[in-house]
Nanobody, 124 residues
Framework: QVQLVESGGGLVQAGGSLRLSCTAS?????????MGWFRQAPGKEREFVAG????????YYEDSVKGRSTISRDNAKNTVYLQMNSLTPEDTAVYYC????????????????WGQGTQVTVSS
């Protein structure tokens, strides 16, 4: 069992930046998991934001965040990060960290463990 805890959310003005963190606890290292970030805005379905392979050598992004976001991982710290720049009000959502044992990509049902989420609010 992997427990994921997100942090780093908050209120930021448009054009600003945030770095979200996701730390895993439990006996299993996140080295065994592909990690991803998803988000869910009010009234919308949960959507993929970014993913990173086991070693961190491969990353992939949803088109709307590509070029202004960076996902990274520090396996020694059991932590995954999402750096988001040039934020817009459309980025406002609850952001979730997720872990996949089977090498998930961009679909929520490919991920096995989820955090509780952290709220990101971008004001115009």
């Amino acid at each position: 069992q992997v427990q994921l805890v997100e942090s780093g959310g908050g209120l930021v003005q448009a054009g600003g930046s945030l770095r979200l963190s996701c730390t895993a606890s439990g006996r299993t290292s996140i080295t065994s998991y592909v990690m991803g970030w998803f988000r869910q805005a009010p009234g919308k379905e949960r959507e993929f934001v970014a993913g990173i392979s086991w070693s961190g050598g491969h990353t992939y992004y949803e088109d709307s965040v590509k070029g202004r976001s960076t996902i990274s991982r520090d396996n020694a710290k059991n932590t995954v990060y999402l750096q988001m720049n040039s934020l817009t009000p459309e980025d406002t959502a609850v952001y979730y960290c997720a872990a996949s044992r089977q090498g998930g990509a961009n679909l929520a049902n490919e991920y096995d463990y989820w955090g509780q989420g952290t709220q990101v609010t971008v004001s115009s």
